[in-house]
């Protein structure tokens, strides 16, 4: 890489080459006035190759229209002071990399403008972001059937929205994953999803787990500490088992809905939070409204956007895709190798009504993985689910005769003393025959 000798370095040249970052000055023309040494590093080109070149030599010129937002910098009296935004840049090399451009308005003794940039590569987070969002999307919503391609479609048009969403479904039919598939789904993906499990925390704790505390403001808080909603600010907060939280709780949680802001326990000051709220539950609400333990105006609230997941035993067809997704994650693939289901097996898995569901299925897999012999699950390999014992092998019944030692002699008469023959014919096992032969006085040999 080629430098510039400290001893002619600006002071602003020396504090840029004092950043990690990649930054560089471009004039009114959008030529390169400074390229510090991390700029170097970051694009592969040296300073003397781009000074006094177009900004553009950074970029793909396919991407480049004059109007990017470095351009509208300098173009439009309207531009604000700082910009940020990522776009693809291209090393020296021809390397295609993910940039966090950060861009603002400097201005020079002699009036000419100048804009000051700041380059991040972000290639590497871009990608791991990108990696999340597919693993928390849909990757791991398993299923084929009409109801479930009705249910992506209804996510994806959901998504971009900030609108309050009510999961209903059993216990075991995928909650958690289109809370989770909603939100990577959203303009939040970037932000975080804070999960609570409402049924997790006693009614004491719940409000300070929601809301937060300051210190003192009950025995044992000796320090404040945020609550979920404001963790989740910018981002999703999943309240999981909704149901189960009680009327004072549910009071609290309307104004959150209503006025997207917080009060602390112990503390008067009002915070607004920015969250979007994705609550689920298997009780039926409007049950539990009917008895008095849920707030009716809440219930509307939260049932802005209704997503109902039906009961695995209402897809069957999708039993035997998330037979081999379970099969192909599970993580004991490393000790044993289990390859597939028999079909007498996958009838049984098919045929159930599955009470818990997805959950229930992957349990009875594992099991069936731990249990199994030679690579394919066999029926024998299902747990002890009385549906499932009926296709296995009945073992032969012995008579339950009473063998008489005139039945014991025509037997051994009958089979030429051949021992075996004679417990055949009588149906019960050699070992058997020998001891009444020995109760009888009957000896081995003729």
């Known amino acids: 890489m080629s430098s510039v000798p400290a001893s002619i370095k600006t002071p602003l040249e020396k504090a840029l080459n004092v950043l990690s970052e990649a930054a560089f000055i471009y004039d009114e023309n959008m030529r390169i006035q400074s390229f510090n040494d991390a700029a170097e590093t970051i694009t592969g080109y040296a300073r003397k190759d781009v000074l006094g070149q177009k900004c553009v030599a950074l970029f793909d010129r396919n991407l480049c229209l004059g109007n990017c937002a470095l351009c509208m910098t300098v173009k439009e009296d309207t531009s604000p002071d700082k910009v940020s935004f990522d776009s693809p840049f291209l090393r020296k090399d021809g390397a295609k990399r993910m940039g966090r451009f950060n861009a603002g308005l400097m201005h020079k003794k002699n009036g000419k403008l100048a804009v000051l940039v700041s380059l991040t590569d972000v290639t590497e987070l871009t990608r791991l972001k990108n990696e999340i969002k597919k693993i928390h999307s849909f990757n791991n919503i398993i299923g084929k059937s009409c109801a479930m391609r009705e249910l992506y479609e209804t996510v994806k048009n959901i998504a971009p929205y900030n609108s309050t969403v009510l999961i209903q479904g059993e216990s075991g039919t995928g909650k958690e994953l289109f809370a989770q598939a909603v939100h990577y789904e959203s303009a939040r993906a970037d932000k975080k999803i804070v999960k609570v499990n409402c049924s997790a925390f006693s009614d004491s704790l719940m409000e300070s787990e929601l809301f937060g505390h300051v210190r003192g403001s009950f025995t044992g808080a000796d320090r404040d500490r945020i609550g979920r909603f404001e963790e989740a600010d910018g981002g999703t907060v999943f309240l999981d088992e909704i149901g189960d939280l009680n009327h004072s709780i549910q ?3 309307l104004r959150v809905l209503q006025e997207k802001c917080v009060e602390r326990v112990g503390e008067n000051k009002t915070r607004q939070v920015d969250i979007r709220i994705i ?30 997941l039906p009961p695995l035993r209402e897809r069957k067809e999708d039993v035997p895709h998330l037979v081999r997704h379970f099969l192909s994650n599970w993580k004991g693939l490393n000790r044993k190798t289990v390859t597939g289901v028999s079909d007498a097996a996958l009838r049984l898995l098919m045929d159930y009504a599955w009470p818990g569901n997805v959950r229930e299925l992957e349990n009875a897999l594992e099991h069936a993985c731990i249990k199994c012999v030679g690579g394919t699950i066999k029926p024998e390999d299902l747990p002890m689910i009385p549906e499932f014992r009926p296709a296995l092998p009945k073992p032969t019944r012995r008579k339950n005769l009473k063998i008489t030692k005139k039945a014991l002699v025509q037997a051994l008469k009958e089979s030429d003393h051949n021992q075996t023959q004679a417990a055949q014919s009588l149906e019960i096992h050699r070992i058997t025959l020998w001891r009444k032969m020995k109760e009888f006085g009957i000896p081995a040999t003729r």
Do not use: S, W
Request: charged share 25%; hydrophobic share 40%.
């Open 279 to 308: 609550a689920a539950t298997h009780k039926n609400l409007l049950q539990e409204i009917e008895q008095g333990r849920f707030r009716q105006d809440l219930y509307y609230r939260l049932n802005v956007v209704p997503l109902f």
């Open 251 to 253: 009071v609290k949680l």
